[in-house]
């Protein structure tokens, strides 16, 4: 989606409501949520919005 110039709501959505509730589905989950938080992290430099940045520190710190 990112290298197919998907707009930063559309990939922020998608980590936020999909990609998130699949990180327990991967061992070790600690490399799916730093990736997660990663692109999250990413999209909060481009938009200045870092809501759901904090929000996904606050559930998996």
Do not use: V
């Not at 200045?48 to 940045?53: E, I, S, W």
Request: with cysteine; net charge positive.
């Amino acid at each position: 989606m990112k290298f197919n110039h998907a707009s930063f709501d559309i990939l922020e959505n998608y980590l936020w409501t999909i990609c998130r509730k699949e990180i327990k589905a991967f061992y070790p989950s600690s490399i799916m949520a730093r990736l997660i938080h990663d692109e999250l992290r990413w999209i909060s430099e481009q938009t200045n919005d870092r809501t759901r940045l904090y929000a996904f520190r606050q559930q998996f710190g």
